[in-house]
Structures are given as C-alpha cells and as structure tokens.
T-cell receptor, first 112, second 116 residues
Framework: GAVVSQHPSWVICKSGTSVKIECRSLDFQATTMFWYRQFPKQSLMLMAT?????????EQGVEKDKFLINHASLTLSTLTVTSAHPEDSSFYIC????????FGPGTRLLVL | AQKVTQAQTEISVVEKEDVTLDCVYETRDTTYYLFWYKQPPSGELVFLIRRNSFDEQNEISGRYSWNFQKSTSSFNFTITASQVVDSAVYFCALSEGGTSYGKLTFGQGTILTVHP
C-alpha cells in the first residue's frame, strides 16, 4: 500500500526558533500534498494545499509567512514553522494524494 | 461550504456491546466521497472506509459496518461486539471537488472508550 512518512516524529524547540517538518511519499508520486494541524482533543484542520512546483494554497486564517510550505518534488513537501511560539505547539499531519489521501504518522511539536 | 457533524463527543461502552457512531454531512457537490478514520492514542490516522456518493450500498467488514443514507445525508458507522482495542477517536470526513483525493473536511470526532 501507499506509505507516507514524516520526519521528525516529534520535536521540542525554544520559542523563536524555526522548525522544518518533512513529508515524503515513499512508493508513489504525489502531485498534491496537504498539511493539517490538530490541537489536543480537537479535530484536524486543513492548513494548506501543497502542489508540486507551485505556491501552496493556504486556508483562511493560516499565516503563509509563518508556515512556509515547499513542494520541491513529487515525493517531498516540507512545512517550516518560522519563529515558533508556544501557541504553535500542536500535532501536524501531512497527507499525499494518489487516488485517495494517504496520511503520514504526524509530527508532535512542542515549543517552550 | 462543506460541513461534517459528529454529534456524539464521547461514547463509553462495555466490551461486546454494539456501538454506532453518527455522521451527518452537508455539501453542494453532486459527487463526493465520505471517509471514516480511526485515530488511536499514537495519533496516526488509520483509514477505515471510503464511499462515493453514487454507492449507497451498505458495507460490512468484519465487526465494522457502515450505513450510507443519502436522503438524510448520513454515513453512520457501527462496531459490533466492541473490543477494548476499538478504543480510539473516530473521524468522519468529506472530500470536496468530486474526487477522492481532494482536501478533506473532518467532523469533530467521537471518542470511543470500550471498557473491559
């Protein structure tokens, strides 16, 4: 089956630093990848749609300058949380589209 | 705008009981896809089922079954003879744009706890 990986699986950082999260489709090519955020005991909220070779499309209310998304190849999309603050602490999940959406295992970010 | 409502925030049952998780959706698309995912404490989403809007046939997979009622915009999920391992958060989701790989709108999730 289609497999999507995320790295790192968890990260702790100091406030003000930037954190990069990678999302890879391991055995298929994905023109489109999605980034979701999930706060504790809440649902998944779509942050942005990432298309290979073009700029990401951000959902309303998501700061594009804070959450930088790069989709450099058909198997890799990255999300960079710039100048992270404690309120950015969350569970970030990516998905890659190939006939349906395949989800990565998620990345837990804790900003101190 | 699309919307998915899971009215049951939390459900608690005793092992071997049957349990139904409700899902009601809203969409203007004539073609759409519905999904159910399981999220155990590890956080990883486990795909359970995908159903397109033209296929109203109910589906059974082991102890799991799904009832799709287009007339009431519902896509309910039943676990028969529940087990402790079924304890998790369950999400219903709707894909927009008439494809199964478009962005998903998730319901609020239902926390299911199965007690031994």
């Amino acid at each position: 089956g289609a497999v999507v990986s995320q790295h790192p699986s968890w990260v702790i950082c100091k406030s003000g630093t930037s954190v990069k999260i990678e999302c890879r489709s391991l055995d298929f090519q994905a023109t489109t990848m999605f980034w979701y955020r999930q706060f504790p005991k809440q649902s998944l909220m779509l942050m942005a749609t990432s298309n290979e070779g073009s700029k990401a499309t951000y959902e309303q209310g998501v700061e594009k300058d804070k959450f930088l998304i790069n989709h450099a190849s058909l198997t890799l999309s990255t999300l960079t949380v710039t100048s992270a603050h404690p309120e950015d602490s969350s569970f970030y999940i990516c998905s890659a589209s190939y006939e349906t959406q395949y989800f990565g295992p998620g990345t837990r970010l804790l900003v101190l | 705008a699309q919307k998915v409502t899971q009215a049951q925030t939390e459900i608690s049952v005793v092992e071997k009981e049957d349990v139904t998780l409700d899902c009601v959706y809203e969409t203007r698309d004539t073609t759409y896809y519905l999904f159910w995912y399981k999220q155990p404490p590890s956080g990883e989403l486990v795909f359970l089922i995908r159903r397109n809007s033209f296929d109203e046939q109910n589906e059974i997979s082991g102890r799991y079954s799904w009832n799709f009622q287009k007339s009431t915009s519902s896509f309910n999920f039943t676990i028969t003879a529940s087990q402790v391992v079924d304890s998790a958060v369950y999400f219903c989701a709707l894909s927009e744009g008439g494809t199964s790989y478009g962005k998903l709108t998730f319901g609020q999730g239902t926390i299911l706890t199965v007690h031994p």
